[in-house]
């Protein structure tokens, strides 16, 4: 079965640095993800990306946060400046269809730390 | 916003028995509903789904509800196994919105 595969499993950061969390999506889907999860807390939606632009945006990603597709099968999430509240499992997520309609495949996190 | 409560946070049973996650939801333009289960460590793994044109669906163990009218969604295992011990979640999206807002999550601890 398809996956989405997300790299590292963890990392470890010192507050203020950058850092930079990749995924790859499943090949034949259009529209790309994030999610985050503090630790005991709900899944919240981050962003949604499709057709090489952001789709929507929650109010989580400030100027801190941006997201790239470099080439045809990564896509990535850069904190530019972290803090001690990044801190959090952040899944990347793809599905064939951005309507809702459809369900997403998740991967299984990157877990944040910053130090 | 769309805002989704999910109850109870945990849920105890003994094996074989059922389990009901009940969530609510506050955006009547929702329309698409999945509901996903966490294993420690890994990512939501989608499990069930309804759409707001249906008011159930089964499929073997699990089945979920939808009342519109209410705007309310249920979870239902039945004949429960110790591996369905997990976090579920419940999810709430609009057609165009492109995002699921999720429920807090639902501890369920099966008894062997």
């Known amino acids: 079965e398809p996956e989405v595969t997300q790299t590292p499993s963890h990392q470890v950061t010192q507050m203020g640095q950058e850092v930079i969390l990749r995924c790859v999506p499943i090949?034949?889907?259009?529209?790309f993800y994030w999610y985050r999860q503090i630790l005991g807390q709900k899944v919240e939606f981050l962003v949604s990306?499709?057709?090489?632009?952001?789709?929507?945006k929650s109010e989580i990603f400030d100027d801190q946060f941006s997201v790239e597709r470099p080439d045809g099968s990564n896509f990535t999430l850069k904190i530019r400046s972290t803090k001690l509240e990044d801190s959090a499992m952040y899944f990347c997520?793809?599905?064939?269809?951005?309507?809702?309609?459809?369900?997403?495949?998740f991967g299984s996190g990157t877990r944040l730390t910053v130090v | 916003g769309e805002n989704v409560e999910q109850h109870p946070s945990t849920l105890s049973v003994q094996e074989g028995d059922s389990a009901v996650i009940k969530c609510t939801y506050s955006?009547?333009?929702?329309?698409?509903f999945p509901w996903y289960k966490q294993e420690l460590g890994k990512g939501p793994q989608l499990i069930i789904d309804?759409?707001?044109?249906?008011g159930e669906k089964k499929d073997q163990r699990i089945a979920v509800t939808l009342n519109k009218t209410a705007k309310h969604f249920s979870l239902h295992i039945t004949e429960t196994q110790p591996e369905d011990s997990a976090v579920y979640f419940c999810?709430?999206?609009?057609?165009?919105?492109?995002?699921?807002?999720f429920g807090s999550g639902t501890q369920l601890t099966v008894l062997p």
């Open positions: 999810a709430a999206s609009t057609g165009s919105a492109r995002q699921l807002t």
């Open positions: 955006d009547s333009a929702s329309n698409y």
């Open positions: 090949s034949n889907h259009l529209y």
């Open positions: 997520a793809s599905s064939p269809q951005g309507t809702g309609l459809y369900g997403y495949t």
């Open positions: 990306f499709y057709n090489n632009e952001i789709s929507e």
């Open positions: 309804i759409r707001s044109n249906v």
